[in-house]
């Protein structure tokens, strides 16, 4: 069993910044990767960026790369995304999630096992 915990989203400006955070628990830290969604009010779900379970590999999907960093830091169990030049279609409730299948992480949230209840970050224009 892995727990998860996103903390850290919030109301931002246009071009401003944000760090959402992931504590995980249960499971040792480096059993699964973790990845980050959102879903945009109304549509589905979205990639957003992975980080493998042995913590060199990282991927982004489109629409942030070059904006938003993945990392994590092992001695607090916990997986940060760092949002940078934020935009209104970067509006979404963020999610954080574990694959224990998928070390190298992947794109697909059905290879997903362990969800956290989502973080609102809504930016203005």
């Known amino acids: 069993q892995v727990q998860l915990v996103e903390s850290g989203g919030g109301l931002v400006q246009a071009g401003g910044s944000l760090r959402v955070s992931c504590k995980a628990s249960?499971?040792?830290?480096?059993?699964?990767?973790v990845g980050w969604f959102r879903q945009p009010p109304g549509k589905l779900r979205q990639f957003v960026a992975v980080?493998?379970?042995?913590?060199?590999?990282?991927d982004y999907g489109d629409s942030v790369k070059g904006r938003f960093t993945i990392s994590r830091d092992v001695a607090k169990s916990t997986v940060y995304l760092q949002m940078n030049s934020l935009k209104p279609e970067d509006t979404a409730v963020y999610f954080c999630?574990?694959?224990?299948?998928?070390?190298?992480?992947?794109?697909?949230?059905?290879?997903?096992?362990?969800w956290g209840q989502g973080t609102q970050v809504t930016v203005s224009s």
């Open positions: 249960g499971r040792a830290f480096g059993a699964y990767s």
């Open positions: 999630a574990a694959s224990t299948t998928h070390l190298d992480g992947s794109f697909a949230h059905g290879h997903y096992d362990y």
């Open positions: 980080l493998s379970a042995s913590g060199r590999r990282a």
